[in-house]
């Protein structure tokens, strides 16, 4: 009986396990399909030759923003906008910034860290902000108050911020 139990208990968590593993799969294939067709438009359109990391960013706009480098091995940043009507990327306005001739993320994080060094950043990532390219800053402050900062991608200048939180 013991041995019958073993048996039904290991088919019950495999099962499972395959269940909620074909869920995931199934819920994550669009976000990778979209991934991939990102960084494929960047080594079609641009000098990419290497993808280090693709993020996606949410403004007026959504782009799939891919993080690479061209084959002498300097950075880039190549935004990838998705159509205005929402049925998938927007191939032929891709936009690309050499990593040289810009601020980097580093530089963003200096600033923040000489703004408080006591806030929390939580994420910066490349972006658009009313028709500018953008570094994104979301951090938290001392009081666990959410902000967005949006800092100039060629000056380091700060665009705009907006406060999150109702306190």
């Not at 593993?21 to 991934?35: C, I, K, L, P, S």
């Not at 993808?51 to 993080?67: D, I, L, M």
């Not at 891709?94 to 994420?123: F, S």
């Amino acid at each position: 009986m013991l041995k019958k139990a073993i048996w039904i208990g290991l088919f019950v968590v495999l099962t499972t396990g395959f269940g909620i593993n074909r869920f995931y799969v199934n819920v994550q294939a669009n976000y990778w399909e979209t991934n991939s067709q990102a960084v494929q438009a960047a080594y079609e359109k641009t000098t990419m030759t290497k993808a280090n990391r693709v993020e996606a960013f949410h403004g007026a706009r959504s782009y799939e923003v891919v993080y690479g480098e061209d084959k002498l091995g300097n950075g880039l940043i190549v935004w990838v906008p998705f159509k205005q009507d929402g049925t998938g990327l927007a191939i032929d306005e891709i936009h690309t910034e050499m990593t040289a001739e810009n601020i980097t993320e580093e530089a963003v994080r200096g600033i923040m860290a000489k703004k408080n060094p006591k806030l929390d950043i939580l994420r910066v990532n490349a972006g658009e902000f009313k028709g500018k390219y953008v570094w994104e800053v979301f951090y938290k402050d001392e009081q666990d108050r959410a902000f967005y900062d949006y800092y100039n991608l060629k000056t380091g200048a700060l665009e705009d911020t907006f406060k999150l939180s109702l306190q």
